[in-house]
Nanobody, 122 residues
């Protein structure tokens, strides 16, 4: 059974930075695309970024492009999201995801993590 566990969320001032991590277990991590999604208060869960199996190809939502960077360390079975120049509208629960339609920027992965809260104050 695959488990995805996010960490690194917290409270930060606008303009600050956070790095989220997602530790994966249960199947071969390096064989699957991974992604980050978020769900703000009163909003639908939305795509943030995705990365292919070897980390050579990435896609981002327009709202985070140039500020967020997705990466992976296959030797550590870990996915990362570096978030810079954070804005109040980035406030959301952030979820990592594996497989399914993640690489096509869909919201139907094989597996979801439980999420980590990011709050950005003005």
């Amino acid at each position: 059974q695959v488990q995805l566990v996010e960490s690194g969320g917290g409270l930060v001032q606008a303009g600050g930075s956070l790095r989220l991590s997602c530790a994966a277990s249960g199947r071969t991590f390096s064989s699957y695309a991974m992604g980050w999604f978020r769900q703000g208060p009163g909003k639908e869960r939305e795509f943030v970024g995705t990365i292919n199996w070897n980390g050579r190809s990435t896609y981002y939502a327009d709202s985070v492009k140039g500020r967020f960077t997705i990466s992976r360390d296959n030797a550590k079975n870990t996915l990362y999201l570096q978030m810079n120049n954070l804005k109040p509208e980035d406030t959301a629960v952030y979820y990592c995801a594996q497989g399914g339609d993640v690489y096509n920027r869909g919201t139907r992965p094989d597996y979801w993590g439980q999420g980590t809260q990011v709050t950005v104050s003005s």
